[in-house]
Protein backbone atom coordinates (compact mmCIF):
# COMPACT_ATOMS: atom_id res chain seq x y z
CA UNK A 1 0.00 0.00 0.00
CA UNK A 2 1.29 3.46 -0.91
CA UNK A 3 2.37 6.07 1.64
CA UNK A 4 -0.41 8.91 0.93
CA UNK A 5 -0.76 12.12 2.69
CA UNK A 6 -1.86 10.45 6.18
CA UNK A 7 2.00 9.41 6.44
CA UNK A 8 4.14 11.92 8.36
CA UNK A 9 7.74 12.53 8.65
CA UNK A 10 9.46 13.94 11.86
CA UNK A 11 11.98 16.65 10.75
CA UNK A 12 13.82 17.77 13.89
CA UNK A 13 15.72 21.07 12.93
CA UNK A 14 18.10 23.58 14.65
CA UNK A 15 18.03 26.58 12.83
CA UNK A 16 21.29 25.90 10.76
CA UNK A 17 22.24 26.17 7.31
CA UNK A 18 22.97 22.48 7.92
CA UNK A 19 19.15 22.08 8.77
CA UNK A 20 18.03 23.97 5.74
CA UNK A 21 19.72 21.29 4.00
CA UNK A 22 17.95 18.61 5.18
CA UNK A 23 14.54 20.92 4.26
CA UNK A 24 15.81 21.00 0.90
CA UNK A 25 16.79 17.52 0.64
CA UNK A 26 13.19 16.56 1.81
CA UNK A 27 11.87 19.17 -1.17
CA UNK A 28 13.58 16.92 -4.06
CA UNK A 29 12.17 13.77 -3.08
CA UNK A 30 9.33 13.71 -4.94
CA UNK A 31 7.46 10.79 -2.69
CA UNK A 32 7.61 13.10 0.28
CA UNK A 33 5.28 15.50 -1.25
CA UNK A 34 2.47 13.42 -0.61
CA UNK A 35 2.99 13.25 3.02
CA UNK A 36 2.62 15.31 6.09
CA UNK A 37 5.73 16.80 7.83
CA UNK A 38 6.68 17.85 11.00
CA UNK A 39 9.08 20.42 11.33
CA UNK A 40 10.38 19.98 15.11
CA UNK A 41 12.85 22.25 17.28
CA UNK A 42 13.47 21.77 20.77
CA UNK A 43 14.27 25.25 22.32
CA UNK A 44 16.80 25.20 24.80
CA UNK A 45 15.58 27.44 27.78
CA UNK A 46 17.18 29.66 30.00
CA UNK A 47 17.14 27.39 32.98
CA UNK A 48 14.65 28.60 35.80
CA UNK A 49 17.28 29.30 38.16
CA UNK A 50 18.97 31.68 36.43
CA UNK A 51 16.07 34.09 37.08
CA UNK A 52 16.47 34.34 40.83
CA UNK A 53 19.39 36.35 40.06
CA UNK A 54 16.55 39.19 39.22
CA UNK A 55 16.22 39.55 42.86
CA UNK A 56 20.13 40.64 43.23
CA UNK A 57 20.47 43.78 41.77
CA UNK A 58 24.28 43.35 41.13
CA UNK A 59 22.79 40.82 38.27
CA UNK A 60 20.36 43.03 36.58
CA UNK A 61 22.34 43.88 33.36
CA UNK A 62 23.21 40.27 33.53
CA UNK A 63 19.71 38.89 33.17
CA UNK A 64 18.51 41.69 30.84
CA UNK A 65 21.52 40.47 28.56
CA UNK A 66 20.52 36.92 28.37
CA UNK A 67 16.96 37.69 28.66
CA UNK A 68 17.35 39.44 25.19
CA UNK A 69 19.52 36.54 23.93
CA UNK A 70 16.69 34.32 24.65
CA UNK A 71 13.86 36.22 22.85
CA UNK A 72 16.57 36.62 19.78
CA UNK A 73 16.86 32.57 19.97
CA UNK A 74 13.40 32.77 19.50
CA UNK A 75 12.79 35.14 17.18
CA UNK A 76 15.45 33.42 14.92
CA UNK A 77 13.78 29.82 15.03
CA UNK A 78 10.88 31.46 14.12
CA UNK A 79 12.27 33.05 10.83
CA UNK A 80 14.10 29.59 10.13
CA UNK A 81 10.56 27.64 10.58
CA UNK A 82 8.64 30.35 8.10
CA UNK A 83 11.39 30.22 5.40
CA UNK A 84 11.46 26.27 5.60
CA UNK A 85 7.79 26.60 5.25
CA UNK A 86 8.09 28.44 2.24
CA UNK A 87 10.82 26.46 1.13
CA UNK A 88 8.30 23.44 1.24
CA UNK A 89 5.40 24.58 -0.29
CA UNK A 90 7.28 26.38 -3.16
CA UNK A 91 8.58 23.04 -4.18
CA UNK A 92 5.07 21.21 -4.58
CA UNK A 93 4.00 20.31 -1.04
CA UNK A 94 0.26 21.60 0.21
CA UNK A 95 0.11 24.40 2.19
CA UNK A 96 -1.93 21.66 5.21
CA UNK A 97 0.87 18.99 4.74
CA UNK A 98 3.22 21.18 6.86
CA UNK A 99 3.14 21.98 10.32
CA UNK A 100 5.41 23.24 12.61
CA UNK A 101 6.50 22.34 16.34
CA UNK A 102 8.55 24.12 18.78
CA UNK A 103 8.82 22.49 22.01
CA UNK A 104 11.02 23.83 25.09
CA UNK A 105 13.66 21.14 25.81
CA UNK A 106 12.49 19.50 28.70
CA UNK A 107 14.52 15.76 28.82
CA UNK A 108 17.32 16.54 26.66
CA UNK A 109 17.57 17.21 23.07
CA UNK A 110 17.86 13.40 21.41
CA UNK A 111 15.46 12.52 24.24
CA UNK A 112 12.85 14.67 23.39
CA UNK A 113 12.89 14.32 19.75
CA UNK A 114 12.52 10.41 20.21
CA UNK A 115 9.94 11.00 22.54
CA UNK A 116 7.98 13.16 19.54
CA UNK A 117 8.81 10.22 17.51
CA UNK A 118 6.45 8.00 19.25
CA UNK A 119 3.49 9.74 17.74
CA UNK A 120 2.79 7.91 14.94
CA UNK A 121 5.36 8.92 12.13
CA UNK A 122 6.12 7.02 8.57
CA UNK A 123 10.23 7.97 9.97
CA UNK A 124 12.54 10.53 10.88
CA UNK A 125 14.70 12.69 8.52
CA UNK A 126 17.53 14.54 10.03
CA UNK A 127 21.24 15.78 9.01
CA UNK A 128 24.14 14.40 10.28
CA UNK A 129 25.67 17.02 11.91
CA UNK A 130 23.44 20.35 13.31
CA UNK A 131 24.61 23.72 14.26
CA UNK A 132 27.38 22.95 16.45
CA UNK A 133 29.02 20.36 14.62
CA UNK A 134 32.47 20.22 14.76
CA UNK A 135 34.58 19.72 11.01
CA UNK A 136 36.11 16.20 10.46
CA UNK A 137 32.98 14.90 12.87
CA UNK A 138 31.02 11.75 11.07
CA UNK A 139 27.75 12.10 13.46
CA UNK A 140 26.80 15.18 15.61
CA UNK A 141 26.04 14.17 19.24
CA UNK A 142 22.16 14.26 18.54
CA UNK A 143 22.34 12.31 15.78
CA UNK A 144 24.69 9.81 17.37
CA UNK A 145 22.03 9.43 20.10
CA UNK A 146 19.25 8.76 17.36
CA UNK A 147 21.11 6.25 15.55
CA UNK A 148 21.43 4.09 18.82
CA UNK A 149 18.02 4.72 20.08
CA UNK A 150 15.76 5.45 17.91
CA UNK A 151 14.78 1.73 16.43
CA UNK A 152 11.24 1.84 16.31
CA UNK A 153 11.14 3.91 13.42
CA UNK A 154 13.27 4.38 9.88
CA UNK A 155 15.58 7.50 10.52
CA UNK A 156 17.11 9.12 7.43
CA UNK A 157 20.68 10.68 7.87
CA UNK A 158 20.93 13.22 5.51
CA UNK A 159 24.40 13.85 3.98
CA UNK A 160 26.10 16.52 2.19
CA UNK A 161 25.85 14.86 -1.28
CA UNK A 162 22.95 15.36 -3.68
CA UNK A 163 21.09 11.99 -2.94
CA UNK A 164 19.38 12.01 -6.44
CA UNK A 165 17.83 9.04 -7.38
CA UNK A 166 20.14 6.18 -7.21
CA UNK A 167 19.24 3.86 -4.57
CA UNK A 168 21.53 1.43 -3.07
CA UNK A 169 19.63 -1.27 -1.18
CA UNK A 170 22.11 -3.45 1.03
CA UNK A 171 20.57 -7.11 1.77
CA UNK A 172 22.04 -9.76 3.48
CA UNK A 173 18.57 -12.11 3.96
CA UNK A 174 18.21 -10.81 7.61
CA UNK A 175 14.61 -9.84 8.36
CA UNK A 176 15.86 -5.83 9.29
CA UNK A 177 17.14 -5.96 5.63
CA UNK A 178 13.69 -7.22 3.97
CA UNK A 179 12.53 -4.81 6.12
CA UNK A 180 14.25 -2.22 4.69
CA UNK A 181 13.37 -3.21 0.96
CA UNK A 182 9.35 -3.27 1.94
CA UNK A 183 10.28 0.39 2.99
CA UNK A 184 11.90 1.44 -0.06
CA UNK A 185 9.23 -0.19 -2.21
CA UNK A 186 5.82 1.10 -0.20
CA UNK A 187 8.24 5.03 -0.22
CA UNK A 188 9.65 4.80 -3.84
CA UNK A 189 7.95 2.16 -5.35
CA UNK A 190 6.01 3.94 -9.07
CA UNK A 191 8.51 7.17 -9.21
CA UNK A 192 11.69 7.20 -11.20
CA UNK A 193 13.62 5.88 -8.82
CA UNK A 194 16.84 3.43 -9.91
CA UNK A 195 17.69 0.46 -6.99
CA UNK A 196 20.72 -1.88 -6.72
CA UNK A 197 20.18 -4.37 -4.40
CA UNK A 198 23.56 -6.12 -3.18
CA UNK A 199 24.87 -8.95 -1.53
CA UNK A 200 28.24 -8.89 -0.20
CA UNK A 201 29.59 -12.27 0.71
CA UNK A 202 32.40 -11.99 2.74
CA UNK A 203 35.86 -14.01 2.14
CA UNK A 204 37.65 -15.89 0.21
CA UNK A 205 37.75 -18.90 -1.81
CA UNK A 206 40.76 -20.21 -0.38
CA UNK A 207 39.93 -18.87 3.18
CA UNK A 208 41.42 -21.19 5.56
CA UNK A 209 38.72 -23.43 7.30
CA UNK A 210 40.19 -22.10 11.15
CA UNK A 211 39.52 -19.18 10.17
CA UNK A 212 35.54 -19.27 10.33
CA UNK A 213 34.17 -16.06 12.18
CA UNK A 214 36.72 -13.53 9.57
CA UNK A 215 36.12 -15.78 6.56
CA UNK A 216 33.56 -18.43 5.04
CA UNK A 217 35.59 -21.60 4.12
CA UNK A 218 35.34 -22.16 0.79
CA UNK A 219 33.39 -25.47 0.91
CA UNK A 220 30.77 -22.81 1.92
CA UNK A 221 31.08 -20.04 -0.49
CA UNK A 222 29.14 -21.77 -3.17
CA UNK A 223 25.81 -22.94 -1.18
CA UNK A 224 25.91 -18.89 0.12
CA UNK A 225 26.54 -17.86 -3.10
CA UNK A 226 23.85 -20.06 -4.33
CA UNK A 227 21.16 -18.78 -1.61
CA UNK A 228 22.00 -15.28 -2.25
CA UNK A 229 21.49 -15.61 -5.86
CA UNK A 230 18.33 -16.42 -5.37
CA UNK A 231 17.40 -13.92 -2.56
CA UNK A 232 18.27 -11.44 -5.08
CA UNK A 233 16.06 -12.56 -7.55
CA UNK A 234 13.28 -12.39 -4.75
CA UNK A 235 14.20 -9.40 -4.22
CA UNK A 236 13.77 -8.09 -7.47
CA UNK A 237 10.29 -9.29 -8.04
CA UNK A 238 9.42 -8.22 -4.38
CA UNK A 239 10.13 -4.73 -5.73
CA UNK A 240 8.57 -5.25 -8.99
CA UNK A 241 5.36 -6.08 -7.31
CA UNK A 242 5.35 -3.23 -4.85
CA UNK A 243 5.61 -0.61 -8.11
CA UNK A 244 9.06 -0.39 -9.79
CA UNK A 245 9.71 -1.48 -13.05
CA UNK A 246 12.35 -4.12 -13.87
CA UNK A 247 14.18 -1.72 -15.88
CA UNK A 248 15.04 0.46 -12.44
CA UNK A 249 16.04 -2.92 -11.26
CA UNK A 250 19.61 -3.79 -10.66
CA UNK A 251 21.33 -6.23 -8.39
CA UNK A 252 24.83 -7.35 -7.58
CA UNK A 253 26.85 -10.46 -5.34
CA UNK A 254 30.29 -9.17 -4.23
CA UNK A 255 32.39 -11.70 -2.75
CA UNK A 256 35.93 -12.10 -2.24
CA UNK A 257 35.85 -9.14 0.29
CA UNK A 258 37.54 -8.57 3.59
CA UNK A 259 34.68 -6.10 4.99
CA UNK A 260 31.30 -5.67 4.05
CA UNK A 261 30.47 -2.45 5.27
CA UNK A 262 33.72 -0.80 2.53
CA UNK A 263 32.65 -2.80 -0.19
CA UNK A 264 29.32 -1.19 -0.07
CA UNK A 265 30.66 1.87 0.75
CA UNK A 266 32.90 1.43 -2.09
CA UNK A 267 29.90 0.27 -4.53
CA UNK A 268 27.94 3.53 -3.44
CA UNK A 269 31.24 5.66 -4.34
CA UNK A 270 32.62 4.31 -7.55
CA UNK A 271 28.79 4.10 -8.95
CA UNK A 272 27.40 7.21 -7.77
CA UNK A 273 24.84 6.06 -5.74
CA UNK A 274 23.49 9.31 -3.49
CA UNK A 275 21.42 7.02 -1.19
CA UNK A 276 22.20 3.16 1.03
CA UNK A 277 19.57 1.92 2.36
CA UNK A 278 19.90 -0.86 4.92
CA UNK A 279 18.32 -2.84 7.76
CA UNK A 280 18.76 -1.53 11.59
CA UNK A 281 20.77 -4.70 12.61
CA UNK A 282 21.53 -7.96 10.30
CA UNK A 283 22.29 -11.46 10.99
CA UNK A 284 25.22 -11.03 13.58
CA UNK A 285 22.37 -9.68 15.68
CA UNK A 286 23.46 -8.90 19.60
CA UNK A 287 21.10 -8.51 21.87
CA UNK A 288 23.57 -5.58 23.60
CA UNK A 289 23.76 -4.20 20.50
CA UNK A 290 21.32 -0.97 19.37
CA UNK A 291 22.40 -1.19 15.71
CA UNK A 292 24.42 -3.53 13.54
CA UNK A 293 27.89 -3.14 13.39
CA UNK A 294 28.24 -3.19 9.47
CA UNK A 295 24.97 -0.42 9.16
CA UNK A 296 27.32 1.71 11.30
CA UNK A 297 30.49 1.17 9.77
CA UNK A 298 28.34 2.04 6.57
CA UNK A 299 27.33 5.59 8.20
CA UNK A 300 30.77 6.07 9.26
CA UNK A 301 32.31 4.98 5.91
CA UNK A 302 30.15 6.75 3.52
CA UNK A 303 29.82 9.91 5.27
CA UNK A 304 29.17 12.43 2.16
CA UNK A 305 26.21 10.24 1.56
CA UNK A 306 22.50 9.82 2.84
CA UNK A 307 22.09 6.89 4.60
CA UNK A 308 18.70 5.19 5.82
CA UNK A 309 18.55 3.29 8.49
CA UNK A 310 15.01 1.17 8.55
CA UNK A 311 14.08 -0.83 11.72
Known sequence: MKKQLQSKLLVPVDGSDRSMNTIKYISKIE??????????????????????????????????????????????????????HQLLIGNG??????????????????????????NGYYAVVTRRRGMTGLRGMVLGSVATKLVERLSFLPLILAGRKPAGKKILLALDGSEGSWRALDFVGDTLGGFDFEVRVIHVLRGKENSHPEMPRLYSPAKHMESTREKMTAELAAAEKKLVDLGFHKHQISTKLVS????????????????????????????????????????????????????????
Open 31 to 84: PFKRMQVKLFHVFSQIPEGFWDLETDARSTSTVREVRAWEMQQKKNINKFMEKA
Open 93 to 118: FSSNSVEIKIKNRKKGFARDIIREAQ
Open 256 to 311: GVASRAAAIAAEAEQQNYGTIVMGRRGHSRVRDFFIGRVTNKVIHLARERTVWVVR
